[in-house]
């Protein structure tokens, strides 16, 4: 693959090192560090004139700083007289406030803080953004360059087929009425039902009631949802299945950002694996939560990278499992 360079942040490390290894490139030279009042630089190590970079960073851990970095990596690029610039974000920061939220008092003077990041990307000099499972896809309107938001739903077809023995006999849950168009993707390739658990919120992050719509009795219920912070959701959800005659209780996640008390909350779950991908580091929570499992999405990177590059679809990354 000539004319291509590909540069991590240092957000997730491990995937961007996946990621070369699948396409057969060495990451680019690139030293980020903080001055003593906390400023981000950047110093990219090698020449990039003419060429199709890539810059993987995801936005977890810290994520203002992180996001800062990507800004200054897209700049310095750009400055340096690289044709093109994508920015690879697998876990894509503010997803959450794509609106405002008629649930709050001041609703009329929120922010819509993701049109605001989209803005940043932009100003920053980046030409292509690829992303996973925006939380809203209404995301994509905001930029006003080409934006992929690629699914992690082949890797989960396939993680459920390779290790839930009772997959045929499964319901796909969403544990949100938002979650519905997912959940009935996978259980219409699966050839299985589906449920939703409607939920009432008094305040964000809290949850009031649940009602459980679709019959679970006996059957392996599977969670689908893109993201996880405190999980209360996703476990009162599998109280709830429980409760309501499910034999088995798994959790399938895109991202997982398990804040706050979330490992504690999964322990005391009733969940026989929660399973999640590699677009936010687990490697640490792993140690602390044996029910937390990761599905490795690099091969979707990769493959979108490569499409990418060589001016091809990457539609063909939507329904095919990957290898």
């Not at 305040?203 to 949802?225: F, S």
């Not at 804040?259 to 999964?266: D, K, M, Q």
């Not at 580091?281 to 979108?304: G, R």
Request: net charge neutral; glycine share 6%.
């Amino acid at each position: 693959m000539p004319n291509i360079v590909l540069f991590s942040g240092s957000s997730h490390h491990d995937l961007s090192q996946r990621v070369a290894d699948r396409l057969g490139l060495e990451l680019g030279k690139v030293v980020t560090k903080k001055f003593s009042n906390q400023e981000t630089s950047v110093e990219i190590g090698e020449s990039v004139r003419g060429e199709d970079v890539y810059i993987i960073q995801s936005g977890c851990g810290e994520i203002n700083d992180n996001l800062m970095e990507l800004l200054i990596m897209i700049n310095a690029c750009k400055i340096a007289s690289s044709s093109r610039v994508t920015a690879v974000i697998p876990c894509f920061p503010y997803a959450r406030q794509d609106k405002k939220d008629k649930v709050s008092k001041s609703w009329s003077r929120a922010p819509i803080s993701a049109k605001l990041v989209a803005n940043m990307l932009s100003v920053a000099g980046a030409d292509h953004i690829i992303t996973m499972d925006l939380h809203a896809s209404q995301i994509q309107g905001f930029f006003d360059i080409p934006v992929d938001n690629l699914y992690a739903e082949p890797a989960v077809l396939q993680w459920i087929k390779e290790n839930i023995l009772e997959w045929r006999n499964c319901i796909i849950v969403s544990p949100d009425a938002g979650g519905a168009k997912r959940v009935t993707s996978i259980a219409d390739r699966l050839n299985v039902e589906f449920a939703l658990i409607h939920k009432e919120r008094k305040k964000a992050n809290e949850v009031d009631r649940m009602v459980l719509v679709g019959d679970v009795k006996d059957r392996v219920a599977i969670l689908v949802d893109d993201m996880a912070d405190t999980c209360g959701t996703i476990c009162h959800a599998a109280e709830k299945l429980v409760s309501a005659g499910a034999t088995k209780v798994y959790a399938i996640l895109t991202h997982g950002i398990f804040s706050g008390p979330a490992i504690s909350r999964i322990n005391n779950a009733s969940f026989e694996a929660v399973v999640v991908t590699n677009t936010i580091p687990q490697e640490e929570k792993m140690k602390h939560c044996p029910k937390i499992q990761f599905i490795d999405i690099s091969m979707i990177l990769a493959e979108a990278i490569r499409r990418t590059h060589n001016g091809e679809s990457v539609s063909y990354l939507f329904s095919h499992v990957p290898l």
